[in-house]
């Protein structure tokens, strides 16, 4: 075949390979693997890395070693219970003696001869007369070559039916012969720059490395070009936006900040002011603020989200602030609407439930201007939404959203301001990716006056004490959450469930109390109406889902029952703690364990109880569950990469940032054809979820 034969041999169906075959063919898809090309770049998880190579005169009973050394004598039999039995006497180079033994493997023999150099390596056992390996893996050597360690050998994900050493024949032999014909996407300068091999080195010592060095070499290649054509997506979409960008300028002036200030309802923390101060400095600028403001739930982001609304409706331009739930865009548009009573400034708000001609009125009042905050939820995405003069886009809760969305309503105008907001707080290198290049303000400190928050963990043998503890606490005139993490029983299995739990309570140990249910499929004005009515304290009791999770702000409500605790992750729990510790009276969270919970759960759980640090809870998220999970599975808009890891390529991911401002910066549009296949790996990789227009 020739070259260009051999190219697109690359991409024609695996299967129909002679060395794969249609069933390992089919069980290779499963994988994802469905042409050669596709196996080269299906990376091993890791190695399994041989023993080290050691004098026999620092044998330690117990551990794995390699040793090199010469047979000097082969036995085998079979024992009275019809066992085979062979054993190999090696003398090692330096003097000492080890027998090899081998159960019911006689072919092995074929391999030995008396005088043939080997290393062996294995567990070592000490015997009465010498040093023994049972079943030890061993490499021949040629007469005068020097012992070296064995290979590692690669590890594979693996699907059912797939063993570890036919994906590893298959590299062999269909992948092997092909990494010659794989074109380099790096230029040999900026694999200098980054310190790595090049592509057919890389694919050679990434599947069958000579030693540790060279696949963890490999890996550095292909994790840096990972994070590379990553971190050029980023800084290309976020340098279209600042290209394109004209943000209409909103400064603080002391006259305005004063006025402002005097409209929210509370007195702004030190770290509120900073943020506000960070907000005022961005938003004064013609360049788009893009900007990500954290701190823990209940540290009062809301305020700050007002303050930057009210600055931009100073100077007349419309601002959206988009939540993620009904619930909660409800409760910022009265918030908004109480601290403007008396004011010029409208707000309107927009949610999916709203009856055509309601809807009619506020797309409308969008358009001509007549609105000037307006609040919703996705809905604010639909393509009729379109604003007169959009100048500041707020995301609360950013990270139940995907980035895609955001990036929607970005568009939708010129180029508003944008702000969004996380009680999840975000690690620095998950901003960075997650989030393009967004700049940061945080929040530590609680308002003051917040009693803290008592957390327990329990099992459901214990709830009828806490019941009466509850119970107590009402009669104080305090109320309290209950949460199921399902709606409604799915099955006979006994995992709690909102609907199940609100008529165990009503018809049982809290019977004589006022008991309201709210879950996601009710419909929006019942909802709503449950919600008004646990607000102002018509109901004693609501049990919810996990809708209550983001955002609800009930200060009187000091108690939270949470079933199946061990169902959530320790952000999504900490999140449901965040609404019992809104007041000076302490808040009490009972966390309940159901069967079946697991170490990790357990370990979870503990956590959960002896922290009350967002921050901290997150980064043992982070380390306990991996990025996904932290911002909420799929919907995290994080991209998924295949080989590096933002925890633990923390560096690499820098170092690839650094990289890809410097090729911009010299070359915007990555014009230059050497950089031809890199500029188009991005594009293929992320044009469409970037909406990286410009560079094609
Ligand atoms: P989150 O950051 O979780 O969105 P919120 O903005 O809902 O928190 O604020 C939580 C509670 O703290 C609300 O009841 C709010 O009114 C109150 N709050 C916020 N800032 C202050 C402040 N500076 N002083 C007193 N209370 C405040
Ligand atoms: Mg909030």
Known sequence: ?????????????????????????????????????????FFPRGYDEPAPLQASTQFVENTRVAFAGTVVEISGRVTQTGKHILGVLVAADDGGAVRLTWF??????????????????????????????????????????????????????LTEGLKQAAVRSTMQEVARPLIEHIDEVLPDWLRERLQVPDVHRALADIHFPENMEAALAAQRRFKTQELLVLQLAITLQRQ????????????????????????????????????????????ARERPMNRLLQGDVGSGKTLVAQYAMLLCAAYGHQAALMAPTEVLARQHADNLQRSLASSRVRVALLTGSMG?????????????????????????????????????VIVDEQHKFGVVQRAKLRTESQQPHYLV?????????????????????????KPPGRAPVNTYISTPENLP???????????????????????????????????????????????????????????????????????????????????????IDVPNATLMSILDANKLGLSQLHQLRGRVSRSSHSGFVCAVAAAGCDTEDNQRLQAFAKSDDGFELAEMDLVMRGPGDLLGTSQSGLPSLRIANLVDDAALLALAREVAKELLRDDPQLAAPQLDKLRRQTVVRYGESMQLSDVG
């Open 104 to 157: 019911n493997q006689p072919f092995r023999r074929n391999d030995l001869r008396v005088g043939l150099r080997l290393v062996a390596s294995g567990l070592l056992r000490s015997t009465v007369l010498n040093w023994e390996m049972v079943q030890p893996t061993i490499t021949p050597l040629a007469d005068d070559e020097p012992a070296a360690l064995a290979k590692p050998l690669p590890r594979y994900s």
């Open 240 to 283: 279209q936006r600042e290209l394109s960008a004209q943000a209409p300028p909103c400064e603080p002036s002391g006259k305005i900040h004063a006025r402002i200030l005097n409209r929210l309802q509370h007195t702004l923390t030190h770290d509120q002011l900073a943020a506000v101060a960070d907000i005022g400095r961005d938003m």
């Open 465 to 551: 004490a806490w019941w009466e503890f509850v119970d107590r606490q009402l009669s104080k005139g305090r109320q309290a959450y209950v949460i199921a993490p399902r709606v409604a029983e799915v099955d006979a299995s006994d995992a709690a469930s909102a609907e199940g739990i609100y008529e165990s309570l009503r018809d049982g140990p809290l019977s004589h109390r006022r008991i309201g249910l709210l879950h996601g499929r009710l419909e929006s004005s019942d909802k709503e109406s449950v919600l008004g009515q646990f607000s102002r304290g018509d109901l004693e009791i609501l049990v919810a889902t996990t809708v209550v999770e983001v955002g």
């Open 1 to 41: 075949m020739n070259s260009q034969g051999i190219k697109s041999s690359l991409h024609q169906p695996l299967a129909a390979h002679a060395a794969v075959g249609v069933a390992r063919g089919e069980l290779l898809a499963r994988l994802g693997i469905r042409r050669p090309i596709d196996l080269l770049f």
């Open 421 to 445: 907001l996380s009680a999840t707080p975000i690690p620095r290198t998950i901003a960075m990716t997650a989030f393009g290049d967004l700049d940061v303000s945080t929040i530590r400190e």
């Open 356 to 392: 055509r001609s309601e809807r009619r009125g506020v797309v409308e009042s969008a358009a001509s201007g007549a609105v000037d905050l307006l609040v919703g939820t996705q809905a604010l995405l639909s393509s009729d939404v379109q604003f007169k003069d959009l100048g500041l």
